[in-house]
């Protein structure tokens, strides 16, 4: 049985901020944050520092005693003319950046009137980026395959219809390496108040978010 052309699959590779895990207890987070120089308010839940070049808070969100977002907000308001610069110079950052992948061109026009769409047309503005997986495991991709394979055809058929088959399961891998690709996303937007405005930036694990089980 043939894998696409990918070669292998990622394994299960969390989303990580400055290198730490976006994982585990939120105590063991606040220490590594702080060991990397940021700051920890304790009545307010937050932590202050520097992140690439501007003041930001970091908010740790938690799902079932583990951590699933770490929120990184800009400390100072800007205008309409600087968000634009600031949001359009985030896109490039991450476009340039071989950890991440894009799907299209993501940045503002010259021409949008963000404070316009905003307000009246409750334009969101945000863009979205993947961290790319780092570890692969092409035994347990190929098998998982297989097991959706068995669940449609038998081994015999599988075996009398390579050719037919090898295209169905490059078409599951493709889905298999989509599903995990997309369970690490860096996103941010643009935040507005008060005809001021500030990024938002989210690091999210989304293994550690709710898929419905607590339902």
């Known amino acids: 049985m043939t894998l696409l052309p990918l070669t292998a699959c990622a394994q299960r590779d ?124 092409t035994l347990s991709i190929q098998n998982e395959i297989k097991e959706k394979l068995l669940e449609k055809y038998t081994q015999e058929e599988i075996d009398s219809h390579a050719e037919e088959i090898e295209k169905e399961s490059n078409a599951i891998a493709q889905d298999i390496l989509y599903d995990v690709i997309t369970k690490s996303p860096v996103w941010f937007m643009i935040s507005e108040k008060y005809g001021n405005y500030r990024i938002l930036m989210y690091y999210d694990n989304e293994y550690n978010k709710s898929d419905g089980e607590d339902l």
């Open 14 to 137: 969390v989303t990580k901020f400055l290198g730490i895990p976006v994982d585990g207890p939120k105590n063991a987070m606040i220490q590594k944050l702080k060991a990397k120089g940021f700051t920890y308010n304790q009545s307010k839940d937050i932590l202050t520092g520097q992140f690439n070049d501007y003041d930001v808070e970091l908010s740790i969100v938690t799902n079932n005693n583990k951590v699933s977002r770490i929120l990184v907000a800009d400390r100072i308001d800007v205008n309409e003319a600087s968000i634009k610069i600031r949001f359009n110079k985030l896109c490039r950052q991450f476009e340039k950046n071989s950890k991440y992948l894009s799907m299209d061109d993501q940045t503002i026009s010259e021409d949008d009137d963000i404070s316009y769409n905003i307000r009246v047309k409750n334009k969101r503005y945000e863009a979205v980026f993947y961290q790319k997986p780092l570890s692969f495991d």
